[in-house]
């Protein structure tokens, strides 16, 4: 069985740092490019950034560049999102997903994903 498992999140302060996981089980990531998503309330789900299968391109959100970095880490069949300096305004529930195939590039789309984590909850306030 396929799955993206997450974990981290919660809440933290304006200015502060989370660290979000997504552990895929059933499959290899080497296989596949992975994105992270958040939608925030009344909002459509939109990209955060994006990693290739083959881990050596990746793409970010103009409002997160510099701030956010995308990793994996092969041995644990995990990815990660970095995330530093939050704002109020990133308050969101984040998915990690994946597409499978070789290609050199990453997605933008959600619409390309086929396999999506459960979503987790990050919290900037004060």
């Known amino acids: 069985q396929l799955q993206l498992v997450q974990s981290g999140g919660g809440l933290v302060q304006p200015g502060g740092s989370l660290r979000l996981a997504c552990a895929a089980s059933?499959?290899?990531?080497?296989?596949?490019?992975i994105g992270w998503f958040r939608q925030a309330p009344g909002k459509e789900r939109e990209i955060v950034s994006c990693?290739?299968?083959?881990?050596?391109?990746?793409n970010y959100a103009d409002s997160v560049k510099g701030r956010f970095t995308i990793s994996r880490d092969n041995a644990k069949n995990t990815v990660y999102l970095q995330m530093n300096s939050l704002k109020s305004e990133e308050t969101a529930v984040y998915y990690c997903?994946?597409?499978?195939?070789?290609?050199?590039?990453?997605?933008?789309?959600?619409?390309?994903?086929?396999?999506w984590g459960q979503g987790t909850q990050v919290t900037v306030s004060s």
């Open positions: 059933g499959f290899s990531l080497g296989d596949y490019a």
């Open positions: 997903a994946a597409h499978r195939t070789l290609d050199w590039l990453c997605y933008r789309n959600r619409n390309m994903y086929e396999y």
């Open positions: 990693l290739s299968s083959r881990g050596d391109s990746t």
